[in-house]
T-cell receptor, first 116, second 112 residues
Framework: AQTVTQSQPEMSVQEAETVTLSCTYD???????LFWYKQPPSRQMILVIR??????QNATENRFSVNFQKAAKSFSLKISDSQLGDTAMYFC?????????????FGKGTHLIIQP | EAGVAQSPRYKIIEKRQSVAFWCNPI?????LYWYQQILGQGPKLLIQ????????DSQLPKDRFSAERLKGVDSTLKIQPAKLEDSAVYLC??????????FGSGTRLTVV
């Protein structure tokens, strides 16, 4: 079974600053995906960024980038030029790659607050 | 395209009552998931359907929870009888292929 750990329950930064959210995971799988999801008060989970474990290059999506350290089982999210609309819960998630069950295993989340 | 539709948005029931949640996935999405998100935690997978067959229900409390996906489209999740610890947000998601999840806005259940 996989576990995902987010050690920062809450973070607060000023608008336009850069912030990094931490995530570690534990698995015996060699083939998997890692994700960061954003959950605003509307409750809908929104995909921020995805990383395939077999790819060494870190994924980037506009202001969002990850630092994927496979050996250390670490997967942090960096948000550059933070905006008020980035305020939300952020969840790190793991998905096994391969046939059959592909449900997500989530961490407990980090509440990110962007201050004006 | 239309998103994943869930209803009701909120539900309050007394313990030992029964409740049902409905999910309409994105058209053409073969895979459907139900997740339970307890306050202060990340979502936990309850059940995964591929078309109308169950792929994974290992974390579904089968003594009180049941789910079905008739004709491989809509799905219903039922709790009978409800307990206080079932208070949570129930999220439905669908996917046409691996890792292409789209989540609905969920149903917030309060058991009193």
């Amino acid at each position: 079974a996989q576990t995902v750990t987010q050690s920062q329950p809450e973070m607060s930064v000023q608008e336009a600053e850069t912030v990094t959210l931490s995530c570690t995971y534990d698995t015996s799988e060699s083939n998997y995906y890692l994700f960061w999801y954003k959950q605003p008060p509307s409750r809908q989970m929104i995909l921020v960024i995805r990383q395939e474990a077999y790819k060494q290059q870190n994924a980037t999506e506009n202001r969002f980038s990850v630092n994927f350290q496979k050996a250390a089982k670490s997967f942090s999210l960096k948000i550059s030029d933070s905006q008020l609309g980035d305020t939300a819960m952020y969840f790190c998630a793991f998905m096994k790659r391969g046939g059959g069950a592909d449900g997500l295993t989530f961490g407990k989340g980090t509440h990110l607050i962007i201050q004006p | 395209e239309a998103g994943v539709a869930q209803s009701p948005r909120y539900k309050i029931i007394e313990k030992r009552q029964s409740v049902a949640f409905w999910c309409n996935p994105i058209s053409g999405h073969a895979t459907l998931y139900w997740y339970q998100q307890i306050l202060g935690q990340g979502p936990k997978l309850l059940i995964q359907f591929q078309n109308n067959g169950v792929v994974d229900d290992s974390q579904l409390p089968k003594d009180r929870f049941s789910a079905e996906r008739l004709k491989g489209v809509d799905s219903t999740l039922k709790i009978q009888p409800a307990k206080l610890e079932d208070s949570a947000v129930y999220l439905c998601a669908s996917s046409p292929y691996r890792y292409g999840y789209t989540f609905g806005s969920g149903t917030r259940l309060t058991v009193v």
